[in-house]
């Protein structure tokens, strides 16, 4: 029976319909399909539902696959897919008799209400990428699903691409007809044999942007439609996916590589599926168009068959304009693979073998004869525009005498301005082909040029058009186990091609060409613009000299570092600036996944200076929470100490060096008898696990006394020592050789800061845990604490915790290990180390951020008795601990400190801050306790002043209405509820009263 023949139902025959099988009154409203009848049921409930009412012809096993892969799904948990809705009688598909007597089959789903990707996506903020997520994840459920009817031939099935050649000659616009002819002939010729390699499962197979959902948040909250479900090629539910989402997209390849991205982080791909994807891509719209053609002619009336057409007559129009193998690069890097393959090994082989390549031009190529020519400043006038090429060649050579050089080096990926004009431009709004691949040799016209290796001519071509390369010779080499690579060499004199034609075998050393003159070089100053290439990637004479930033990872693979054969003792490669969506990409593909950025619109910072940060942008913010800078971003008195001492010597401790002696007397000094022996590291996290390995040889225990929701470093080691970790999401809870003792928290604790006895009555509990350690035969080797709590929340100890505490371990034998990585060196205010607040001595102090004031650098500083228990016979050495350079960084950083009084100004600013703050409590119910010691404040914020209920949510939406203000916060505690202030210690009153204000502004609109 044709659809033209099929009964369609009136609203009300389909309320009968569903109240009758599902025993529920609803309205119903008439949906979109293809080959279905679909209805919106809005029972009287409230309850939603889909009503499908199946075409005559549809597959009672199909029907009954597609119920048993949503149970499959659902059984998993966790995906927004639509759950069967069993009928009256229990069943999830059911049969009726028209009273035509055509059998049709019924199917109830449950509602996801939300919008249909395709018109959510008109939000440019939409995260392309939780598509790749989504199926990715989904696909590895589906792994091990399987069902007969999956197992079918199907025309929507990518691997069936070829069975639409007999609807090609239906499509009626001749772009798009040739564009699919196209594509056809090379899924016959190539992709087919390729993906037949390729994984087989059961996919969804139709993601299209009308199959996805989206709630308010823009967050996928639904996939929909299983119809087209079938066991194919894994690497097609991608490609389907693909083909919709970089629909309407001014980039479609970036919005692709999104979603590549995502999904091989939770489902990694082959690089065999890689390597046919942006083909299956393309597969998948030259279905469409056959498929909508031919149902169109039948159905000259159904538009829903068109709804896609023009998104896929616009991408197939952009993708013909894309580089197929740039494409396929840009995947391979997007999942983290070399995106040329074998650009390493020609990068080694020329690395090994550079004594056998030849000189490419007869100037010298000794640093002292080379001068890097600043192409940027002089070739644009004040205004950002190109200067004429005359003008431009005398400033270039001017500055090539003034530096006493024969040739004016242009360096590889340097970011230019100088390519201007529609030539340079690219698909990408905004984005130009301005990041230079080779490395220009900037010397007189007419000289010659000489094959620096073995070759053959490739291109022998005069590139005419204005600001091109003009006349140009490319050359082909092979190294003798099987490499293949090439040279090019682009302005040159149009002499120089009858010299080098194309075919001609060159041996290194022979004559090529000639450096041309202005014009007929391009119209460029002259000079010789010398590249390498791994791949030609089909563009032949047109091979991108120039690539847009975003795609310099790809074309730095192709076109390696030319120097590799130059050979130039210079640093001739420039640093590629990234804007902050492509360095979050980077991160994403390159570094560990649970390394975290701050604020939900991460920002890029590229430089500091005091107490401020300034992004890529030039805004100015005000660093409040960086104890790292400790006496101010860039100080320059501790930039000049690392520059004299590094243009100096940087060695090891197994050479004598006054630094490390000076910095030794002069920190030790800091601290009372009888702390006096130091050993140097490399940050805070050696230092605790340092400090670790003292106890240790000095007690002969293992055992720890830590306290709850304590945080000292990324080891293994320290982990075992850190609540903070080994409680929260990821860890594996308390290991057995530690005892964690109750937070002194005097404001949410069992005790409170009120009691007068506060201090020891925590002790107390503390001390309970050393007896249940002595109670088991295994007194602790140590107790570790920070002197104030960071992670806790920035909890400042009661008086006497510490005294009472270290008293009853040094009785049980343990010693007393204080860590100051963030508190210490005048932070406090009021003492230089935090642990004094307490009036104890700790056997052990740890050492780490402020102390190099942003350089690796960290200290343990203990008593001569431990030192010499560590001496067992075993050394000790760390190779930079203790360096010259880290020492002299570490020795001016305690000067300044010293010079600049800034112990001082955190006591100063720390108290009216703390003053102000708690003035300002009583105004707003939010604010819990105000707590702190000179710059380490804490603010922590409460619902309920009797339960205490934390304001997680609210803490975090004052921060990130801080950041807005240009302020930088952020939150800490069990609870995440701290406002948490630490700014480097140089924070002055005048910051202290811009955050005041802010911070009082920001209370108002979350108090609200």
């Not at 570490?890 to 100063?908: F, K, M, P, S």
């Amino acid at each position: 029976m044709s659809r033209s023949e099929i009964r369609i139902h009136s609203v009300e025959e389909v309320r009968d319909l569903f109240g009758k099988h599902y025993n529920l009154s609803a309205w119903a409203t008439r949906l979109p399909g293809e080959r279905d009848q679909n209805f919106h049921m809005m029972c009287e409930n409230g309850e939603q539902y889909i009503f499908k009412i199946y075409a005559p012809e549809t597959d009672p096993k199909w029907l009954e696959a597609q119920d048993r892969v949503l149970e499959h799904i659902a059984n998993a948990g966790g995906f927004p897919v639509p759950k069967l809705l069993l009928s009256a009688s229990g069943a999830g598909t059911t049969v009726i008799k028209e009273t035509d007597g055509t059998t049709r089959f019924l199917r109830a789903l449950n509602w996801i209400d939300g919008k249909v990707w395709a018109k959510a996506r008109e939000n440019h903020d939409i995260d392309f990428a939780q598509i790749g997520t989504l199926l990715g994840q989904l696909d590895i459920c589906m792994k091990d699903f399987d069902h007969p009817a999956a197992h079918r031939t199907f025309l929507w099935d990518i691997a069936q691409t070829s069975k639409h050649r007999e609807f090609v000659g239906l499509i009626k616009d001749d772009t798009v007809r040739a564009q699919v002819t196209d594509i056809l002939d090379r899924f016959d010729s190539d992709i087919a044999s390729k993906l037949a390699k390729t994984p087989r499962q059961v996919i969804h197979n139709d993601a299209n942007d009308y199959n996805l959902l989206v709630d308010d948040t823009q967050t996928i909250n639904g996939l929909i439609d299983f119809g087209d479900f079938i066991a194919t090629h894994r690497i097609c539910n991608l490609a389907v996916a693909l083909a919709y989402a970089m629909m309407d997209q001014d980039d479609p390849m970036a919005r692709a590589i999104e979603i590549v991205t995502a999904y091989h982080r939770v489902n990694p791909l082959g690089e065999d599926e890689i390597a046919i994807l942006y083909d299956l891509v393309a597969c998948r719209l030259a279905q469409s168009a056959c498929m909508a053609a031919q149902q169109h002619a039948k159905e000259p009336d159904n538009e829903y068959l068109l709804i896609s057409q023009a998104g896929v007559t616009d991408l197939l129009a952009k993708m013909a304009k894309l580089n197929p193998a740039i494409a396929h690069y840009r995947f391979r890097d997007a999942c983290g693979w070399e995106p040329c393959p074998g650009s390493r090994k020609v990068v080694n082989w020329l690395t090994v073998n550079a004594d056998q390549i030849g000189p490419v031009i007869p100037q010298s190529m000794d640093a002292s004869n080379l001068h890097i020519v600043d192409l940027n400043g002089l070739s644009l006038d004040q205004n950002g525009k190109l200067r004429p090429a005359n003008i431009v060649t005398d400033a270039i050579f001017k500055a090539m005498d003034d530096a006493k050089a024969e040739v004016g080096v242009g360096k590889y990926l340097e970011n230019r301005k100088v390519y201007q004009g529609p030539f340079f431009e690219t698909a990408t709004k905004g984005e130009w082909r301005s990041l230079h691949l080779g490395i220009d040799l900037f010397v007189p016209d007419q000289t010659p040029l000489f094959a620096p290796l073995d070759g053959v001519v490739v291109v022998s071509n005069d590139n005419a058009r204005d600001f091109d390369y003009g006349p140009i010779i490319i050359l082909e080499h092979a190294t003798p186990d099987g490499l293949r690579f090439f040279t090019k060499y682009g302005h040159l004199s149009r002499t120089s091609l009858p010299v080098s034609p194309v075919g001609r075998t060159v041996k290194k050393g022979d004559l090529i060409g000639y450096v041309g003159p202005y014009p007929e070089n391009g119209n460029w100053a002259p000079h010789l613009h010398f590249q390498i290439m791994i791949d030609l990637v089909g563009m032949g004479a047109d091979i991108c000299g120039v690539a847009a930033p975003s795609e310099a990872n790809v074309w730095s693979s192709i076109c390696p570092n030319p120097n590799l054969m130059l050979g130039m003792a210079i640093n001739c490669q420039d640093i590629v600036e990234r804007a902050p969506a492509k360095i979050t990409a980077e991160r994403t593909r390159h570094l560990g996944p649970n390394l975290s950025v701050s604020y939900k619109k991460p920002l890029k910072m590229v430089r500091g200076e005091g107490q401020y940060l300034y992004t890529d942008t030039g805004e100015k913010y005000l660093d409040m929470v960086n104890n790292v800078c400790h006496i101010g971003h860039s100080h320059p008195r501790v930039v000049a100490a690392a520059a004299k001492q590094a243009a100096a010597l940087n060695t090891n401790t197994r050479y004598l060096h006054d630094n490390i002696v000076n910095y030794a007397n002069e920190l030790v000094a800091t601290f009372p008898d009888p702390l006096s022996v130091c050993f140097f590291v490399n940050s805070g996290s050696e230092a605790n696990d340092l400090a670790l390995r003292l106890a240790q040889a000095y007690s002969g225990r293992r055992e720890m006394l830590i306290v709850d929701h304590a945080y000292h470093g990324n080891l293994t080691s320290l982990i075992d020592l850190s609540p903070y970790k080994f409680n929260r999401k990821g860890g594996k809870g308390c290991p057995d050789h530690v005892k964690i003792c109750p937070m002194p928290d005097g404001f949410r604790g069992p005790i409170s800061s009120d009691d007068p006895e506060c201090g020891r009555k925590y002790a107390d509990l503390a001390i309970e845990q050393l007896r249940a350690f002595e109670a088991e035969g295994r007194p602790p080797a140590a107790f570790i604490a920070e002197s104030v709590l960071g992670c806790g929340g920035q909890i400042v100890l009661p008086n006497g915790y510490l005294k009472h505490v270290y008293k009853a371990v040094r009785a049980s034998g343990g010693l007393c290990i204080a860590d100051e990585v963030q508190v210490g060196f005048g932070r406090v205010g009021s003492y230089m180390w935090g642990f004094e607040l307490q009036g104890v001595v700790p056997d052990i102090v740890t050492l780490g951020k402020p102390i190099g004031n942003g350089h690796p650098l960290g200290a343990v500083i203990t008593t001569r008795e431990v030192a010499n228990a560590f001496h067992t016979g075993m050394e000790y050495f760390n190779t930079f601990g203790g360096n010259p350079v880290s020492c002299a960084i570490g020795r001016e950083v305690l000067h300044v400190i010293r010079d600049e009084r800034l112990q001082a100004n955190a006591r100063i600013v720390g108290d009216f801050m703390m003053e102000q703050l708690r003035l300002m409590a009583p105004r707003f119910d939010l604010i819990g306790e105000v707590r702190g010691v000179g710059l380490f404040i804490g603010i922590e914020l409460i619902e309920d002043h009797q339960t205490l209920e934390p304001a997680t949510i609210k803490a975090g939406q004052v921060i990130n209405l801080m950041k807005d203000r240009n302020i930088l916060l952020s939150t800490d505690g069990p609870l995440d509820n701290v406002i948490k202030i630490k700014p480097p210690i140089t924070f002055d009153m005048a910051d202290a009263k811009t955050f005041l204000d802010c911070f009082a502004q920001c209370m108002e609109i979350v108090s609200a």
